[in-house]
């Protein structure tokens, strides 16, 4: 027969297992699994805070670039905006030399936000609040004269070279076959951003061409593909001269041989900042695309591109060193935005 002793100590075990069961379950279903899962809710929310906060710095960002951008519009008031408009492009043409210059223009249209041709949008109050407000409003317009051939595309290279301008399209007719004329035809158009002033702006300083551009044009002129080719004539070879010992030399006469052409800058133009790193073992990256030939390239510091030398990177910009002086170029510039 069993000792009552070890039998009351038998159940007294067999009870507190069960309790200390009874109680894990209780502990998780009561205060673990409730805790972990708001652990989990609460790294969600801080992951989305996160998020949010990334994207406000992004609006910021973003603000602070359309406002500056907005400065280099024409103006506030859209009698202003126009009289500039018809004025600044006049005086492009004219300052360059072209006549019988007409310059047009249109009513406003409005320039609606990529947003509203989206598919599937919600909310759909935000679709039809983007509808409603357009981004922006453009004022279009055409710019008509004659000049010779290095006069018209001069001018259009610094209307061109004008930031609240943009040329839409172009149409270039010789005048006569021997291409000493030409009548120029744009179509342009100017952003009216009035909701990102809140005064009137200066006149804007009219600039000039760009340097790259400026030896593409001469280079065309020089090459004047419009002028009919001269008949090539193969001649006998010339009777042979004995000249006298005392006689002078003949330097061949004639007009002297028009001066070599200057040999072209790099094409600062194309290539575009896409991205800095600092990597632990490689140092600052600079990662750059050509926007003509799709190229990409990886510049480490002290690399070149072109005869620009990376000196140093950080954040958005990189450092570059040209012709002895330090630049700096921001992610998504070409090397020819670079600012001293």
């Known amino acids: 027969m069993a000792d009552p002793k070890h039998v009351r100590m038998g159940i007294t075990g067999v009870v507190s297992a069960a309790a200390l069961v009874g109680l894990y379950f209780t502990y998780d279903a ?3 699994r409730p805790m972990g899962s708001a652990r989990a809710r609460l790294m969600t ?3 989305a805070v996160d998020e949010l906060n990334d994207k406000l710095r ?3 960002g973003i ?3 359309i406002k500056e951008a907005s400065k280099k519009t024409l103006g506030y008031k859209q009698d202003q905006v126009e009289h500039r408009f018809s004025a600044g492009l006049r005086k492009l043409a004219e300052r360059n030399g072209m006549t019988r210059v007409v310059v047009t223009q249109k009513d406003f249209e409005k320039a609606p936000n990529p947003l509203t041709r989206s598919v599937g949008m ?3 109050s935000v679709k039809k609040a983007l509808v409603k407000a357009p981004d922006f409003w453009i004022l279009k317009g055409s710019v008509r004269g004659t000049g010779n051939f290095d006069q018209v595309l001069k001018a259009m290279a610094e209307i061109d070279a004008q930031p609240w301008v943009r040329i839409e399209s172009f149409q270039l007719h010789p005048l006569s076959k021997e291409a ?3 009548s120029l035809d744009l179509e342009v158009a100017a952003p009216w951003v009035r909701d990102w002033l809140n ?3 200066p006149d804007q300083e009219l600039l000039e061409e760009r340097p790259q551009v400026g030896w593409q044009r001469r280079a065309i002129v020089a090459r004047n593909a419009f002028r009919d080719a001269p008949p090539v004539v193969i001649a006998s070879a010339p009777p042979i001269v004995v000249k006298p010992v005392d006689a002078p030399a003949n330097n061949g006469g004639g007009t002297a041989p028009p001066a070599p052409l200057p040999p072209p800058p790099p094409p600062w133009s194309e290539w575009l900042l896409t991205g800095v790193v600092i990597g632990r073992t490689t140092g600052v990256q600079a990662f750059l695309s050509n926007t003509r030939t799709s190229q990409t390239m990886t510049v480490l510091k002290g690399g070149r591109v072109e005869d620009a030398i990376l ?3 950080q954040g958005e910009s990189a450092t570059f060193e040209i012709g002895g002086q330090r630049f700096t170029v921001k992610i998504n510039q070409t090397l020819a935005d670079r600012k001293p």
Do not use: H, N, T
């Open 30 to 32: 009561m205060y673990a």
């Open 45 to 47: 929310a801080q992951a």
């Open 58 to 60: 992004d609006e910021r």
């Open 63 to 65: 603000r602070k670039e």
């Open 122 to 124: 919600r909310p759909d």
């Open 180 to 182: 000493d004329q030409f």
């Open 199 to 201: 005064e009137e702006l």
């Open 311 to 313: 000196v140093d990177g």
